[in-house]
Nanobody, 122 residues
Framework: VQLQASGGGSVQPGGSLRLSCAASVLDYAAIGWFRQAPGKEREGVACVSADDGTTTYADSVKGRFTISRDNAKNTVYLQMNSLKLEDSAVYHC??????????????????WGKGTQVTVSS
Protein backbone atom coordinates (compact mmCIF):
# COMPACT_ATOMS: atom_id res chain seq x y z
CA VAL A 1 0.00 0.00 0.00
CA GLN A 2 1.35 3.41 -0.93
CA LEU A 3 0.40 6.26 1.36
CA GLN A 4 0.56 9.99 0.76
CA ALA A 5 0.03 12.33 3.69
CA SER A 6 -0.79 16.00 3.34
CA GLY A 7 -2.26 18.92 5.25
CA GLY A 8 0.51 19.78 7.65
CA GLY A 9 1.55 23.32 8.38
CA SER A 10 2.20 25.90 11.06
CA VAL A 11 -0.43 26.96 13.53
CA GLN A 12 -0.65 28.77 16.84
CA PRO A 13 -1.54 26.96 20.05
CA GLY A 14 -5.27 26.35 20.19
CA GLY A 15 -5.53 26.20 16.41
CA SER A 16 -6.66 23.39 14.15
CA LEU A 17 -5.32 21.41 11.22
CA ARG A 18 -6.72 18.59 9.14
CA LEU A 19 -4.39 15.95 7.80
CA SER A 20 -5.26 13.68 4.90
CA CYS A 21 -3.77 10.37 3.85
CA ALA A 22 -4.54 8.86 0.47
CA ALA A 23 -3.99 5.11 0.19
CA SER A 24 -3.32 3.42 -3.14
CA VAL A 25 -5.57 0.49 -2.30
CA LEU A 26 -8.06 -0.45 0.39
CA ASP A 27 -6.08 -3.49 1.54
CA TYR A 28 -5.33 -3.31 5.24
CA ALA A 29 -6.77 -4.26 8.59
CA ALA A 30 -6.27 -0.82 10.07
CA ILE A 31 -4.96 2.59 9.12
CA GLY A 32 -3.83 5.38 11.35
CA TRP A 33 -1.28 7.99 12.26
CA PHE A 34 1.88 8.10 14.27
CA ARG A 35 4.15 11.05 14.90
CA GLN A 36 7.78 11.63 15.65
CA ALA A 37 9.41 14.75 16.99
CA PRO A 38 13.19 15.35 16.96
CA GLY A 39 14.87 13.46 19.79
CA LYS A 40 11.66 11.69 20.77
CA GLU A 41 10.37 8.20 20.22
CA ARG A 42 7.71 7.45 17.68
CA GLU A 43 4.24 7.82 19.17
CA GLY A 44 0.99 6.35 17.97
CA VAL A 45 -1.72 8.99 17.59
CA ALA A 46 -4.94 7.53 16.21
CA CYS A 47 -6.12 4.46 14.39
CA VAL A 48 -9.27 3.19 12.70
CA SER A 49 -10.00 -0.43 11.89
CA ALA A 50 -11.02 -1.30 8.36
CA ASP A 51 -13.76 -3.79 9.20
CA ASP A 52 -15.95 -2.02 11.74
CA GLY A 53 -14.52 1.49 11.97
CA THR A 54 -13.48 1.18 15.60
CA THR A 55 -11.14 4.02 16.57
CA THR A 56 -8.41 4.26 19.18
CA TYR A 57 -6.42 7.26 20.32
CA ALA A 58 -3.34 8.06 22.31
CA ASP A 59 -4.25 9.50 25.72
CA SER A 60 -2.41 12.69 24.82
CA VAL A 61 -4.83 13.49 21.98
CA LYS A 62 -8.15 12.12 23.21
CA GLY A 63 -10.89 14.70 23.00
CA ARG A 64 -8.84 16.89 20.64
CA PHE A 65 -8.12 14.72 17.60
CA THR A 66 -10.59 12.78 15.48
CA ILE A 67 -9.74 10.15 12.92
CA SER A 68 -12.16 9.38 10.13
CA ARG A 69 -12.12 7.59 6.82
CA ASP A 70 -13.73 7.82 3.41
CA ASN A 71 -13.55 4.38 1.83
CA ALA A 72 -14.87 5.66 -1.48
CA LYS A 73 -11.81 7.89 -1.73
CA ASN A 74 -9.37 5.48 0.01
CA THR A 75 -8.56 8.38 2.31
CA VAL A 76 -8.22 8.74 6.06
CA TYR A 77 -8.31 12.07 7.85
CA LEU A 78 -7.01 13.38 11.14
CA GLN A 79 -8.83 16.44 12.44
CA MET A 80 -6.63 18.08 15.05
CA ASN A 81 -8.18 20.71 17.29
CA SER A 82 -6.89 22.61 20.32
CA LEU A 83 -3.34 22.01 19.18
CA LYS A 84 -0.58 22.28 21.74
CA LEU A 85 3.12 23.02 21.45
CA GLU A 86 3.87 19.38 22.19
CA ASP A 87 1.87 18.25 19.17
CA SER A 88 4.64 19.52 16.89
CA ALA A 89 6.08 16.58 14.97
CA VAL A 90 6.22 14.88 11.62
CA TYR A 91 2.98 12.97 11.21
CA HIS A 92 2.98 9.77 9.21
CA CYS A 93 0.06 7.66 8.16
CA UNK A 94 0.51 3.91 8.31
CA UNK A 95 -1.39 0.73 7.69
CA UNK A 96 -1.51 -2.24 10.00
CA UNK A 97 -1.94 -5.88 9.15
CA UNK A 98 -3.50 -6.86 12.47
CA UNK A 99 -5.69 -4.01 13.67
CA UNK A 100 -5.46 -1.06 16.03
CA UNK A 101 -3.53 -0.92 19.24
CA UNK A 102 -5.45 0.63 22.13
CA UNK A 103 -2.83 3.37 22.34
CA UNK A 104 -3.72 4.64 18.87
CA UNK A 105 -1.27 3.03 16.48
CA UNK A 106 -1.84 0.39 13.83
CA UNK A 107 -0.67 -3.06 14.95
CA UNK A 108 1.62 -4.97 12.65
CA UNK A 109 2.55 -1.83 10.74
CA UNK A 110 3.43 -2.79 7.22
CA UNK A 111 3.31 0.44 5.21
CA TRP A 112 3.84 4.08 6.04
CA GLY A 113 4.10 7.31 4.17
CA LYS A 114 6.72 10.03 4.01
CA GLY A 115 5.01 12.23 6.57
CA THR A 116 3.85 15.80 6.86
CA GLN A 117 5.23 18.40 9.27
CA VAL A 118 2.99 19.93 11.92
CA THR A 119 4.43 22.89 13.79
CA VAL A 120 2.61 24.49 16.70
CA SER A 121 4.25 27.68 17.87
CA SER A 122 3.33 31.05 19.26
Amino acid sequence: VQLQASGGGSVQPGGSLRLSCAASVLDYAAIGWFRQAPGKEREGVACVSADDGTTTYADSVKGRFTISRDNAKNTVYLQMNSLKLEDSAVYHCATGAIGCHESGSPRGMDSWGKGTQVTVSS
